[in-house]
C-alpha cells in the first residue's frame, strides 16, 4: 500500500537534546512538507522540499533543520534551539502537480520533559 | 498575504442531521484552489473535497458539498446525514498556485465537529 510513513509515534525528549523524526512516502511524490500542529493554531509550515538535495524554509523554521537525500525521505530535526517543541508534527507530501492535493502521515507526538 | 478563517472552534450535530462549518479566506489572487481536510481522532489527515475557484459550480462528494461564493470569499462545508465518523477536525485549506512547482497550502485553524448519536 502505498502511504507516508512516520516514526516515532510518540517521542519524549529532555531539555537540551536534538530529536530527529522520521518520514518515509512510497507514493513517488517529488514534494515533502513539515507541519507543526498546536491546538486552535492550525497547521504551520516548517520546512518543504520539492526536490532531491533542495529544500526552503517555511513559516516557522527557527529551531529545526531538515534533510532531502532521497527522494523517499524527509527526516525533520527538532534541535535544542527550538523553545517550545512540543507539539504534533504532521509530514506531507504532494505531487508536482496542479491538484494541491496533499497526502499526511498519521504524525509524530514530541513531549519536552 | 493570504489567510484563512474558521470562525467555529466547535460544533456539534445530532447523527443524519446536516451541519455546515463556515470557512472564510483573504486574498487578491484571482486563480487559487480551497480545500477541506478532514482529520478524524486516529489522526490522519484527508482531503475530503477540493474547489477550484475558476469553477462556479459547487464541487460535491457524496454527502460533502461546498457553498463557494468567491465575490465574498466564503468556502462552507456542508455535510448531510451526519454519521459517527464524522467526527473529526475539520481544516479549510487554500492554495495559490506558484509559478515555480511550489504549492503551498494556508490551513485555517480548525473546527472540531462531533456527530452525537
Known amino acids: 500500500d502505498g502511504g507516508i510513513t512516520q516514526s516515532p509515534k510518540y517521542l519524549f525528549r529532555k531539555e537540551g537534546q536534538n530529536v530527529t523524526l522520521s518520514c518515509e512516502q512510497n507514493?513517488?511524490?517529488?514534494?515533502m512538507y513539515w507541519y507543526r500542529q498546536d491546538p486552535g493554531q492550525g497547521l504551520r509550515l516548517i520546512y518543504y522540499?520539492?526536490?532531491?538535495?533542495?529544500?526552503q524554509k517555511g513559516d516557522i523554521a527557527e529551531g529545526y533543520s531538515v534533510s532531502r537525500e532521497k527522494k523517499e525521505s524527509f527526516p525533520l530535526t527538532v534541535t535544542s534551539a527550538q523553545k517550545n517543541p512540543t507539539a504534533f508534527y504532521l509530514c506531507?507530501?504532494?505531487?508536482?502537480?496542479?491538484?494541491?492535493?496533499?497526502?499526511f502521515g498519521e504524525g509524530s507526538r514530541l513531549t519536552v520533559l | 498575504a493570504q489567510t484563512v478563517t474558521q470562525s467555529q472552534p466547535e460544533m456539534s450535530v445530532q447523527e443524519a442531521e446536516t451541519v455546515t462549518l463556515s470557512c472564510t479566506y483573504d486574498?487578491?489572487?484571482?486563480?487559487?484552489?480551497l480545500f477541506w481536510y478532514k482529520q478524524p481522532p486516529s489522526r490522519q489527515m484527508i482531503l475530503v473535497i477540493r474547489?477550484?475557484?475558476?469553477?462556479?459550480q459547487n464541487a460535491t462528494e457524496n454527502r460533502f458539498s461546498v457553498n463557494f461564493q468567491k465575490a465574498a470569499k466564503s468556502f462552507s462545508l456542508k455535510i448531510s446525514d451526519s454519521q459517527l465518523g464524522d467526527t473529526a477536525m475539520y481544516f479549510c485549506?487554500?492554495?495559490?498556485?506558484?509559478?515555480?512547482?511550489?504549492?503551498?497550502?494556508?490551513f485555517g485553524p480548525g473546527t472540531s465537529l462531533s456527530v452525537i448519536p
Open positions: 506531507a507530501s504532494s505531487r508536482n502537480s496542479d491538484t494541491g492535493e496533499l497526502f
Open positions: 507514493l513517488n511524490h517529488d514534494a
Open positions: 522540499s520539492q526536490i532531491v538535495n533542495d529544500f
Open positions: 486574498t487578491s489572487e484571482n486563480n487559487y484552489y
Open positions: 474547489q477550484e475557484a475558476y469553477k462556479q
Open positions: 485549506a487554500f492554495m495559490k498556485p506558484g509559478w515555480t512547482s511550489y504549492d503551498k497550502v494556508i
